[in-house]
Nanobody, 119 residues
């Protein structure tokens, strides 16, 4: 069973930076994309960023463009989310997800890591 394990969350002041990591325990499927999502208290989960594994093409939600960067390390089966210029509204639980080629939908999810940005 594929496991996605996130790390790197924590408490940071507004304007600060954090880097999230997501490591896949094994790669038994061909990956179409990996992405980051977040869920704030009382709100629905929302898309943050994704990277297409084969091409490296990236996509971001508008509110994080220019501040967040998603990247991957193929050899380590790991995806990263570098978050700069953090704002209190970025506070949420951040989830990593993987989309296999045969579905191209996010079928695998990590357990989440808390990011808290204080003002």
């Amino acid at each position: 069973q594929v496991q996605l394990v996130e790390s790197g969350g924590g408490l940071v002041q507004a304007g600060g930076s954090l880097r999230l990591s997501c490591a896949a325990s094994e790669r038994t499927f061909s990956t179409y994309a990996m992405g980051w999502f977040r869920q704030a208290p009382g709100k629905e989960r929302e898309f943050v960023a994704q990277i297409i594994w084969s091409s490296g093409s990236t996509d971001y939600r508008g509110s994080v463009k220019g501040r967040f960067t998603i990247s991957r390390d193929n050899a380590k089966n790991t995806v990263y989310l570098q978050m700069n210029s953090l704002k209190p509204e970025d506070t949420a639980v951040y989830y990593c997800a993987a989309a296999p080629d045969n579905s191209q939908s996010y079928d695998y999810w990590g357990q989440g890591t808390q990011v808290t940005v204080s003002s």
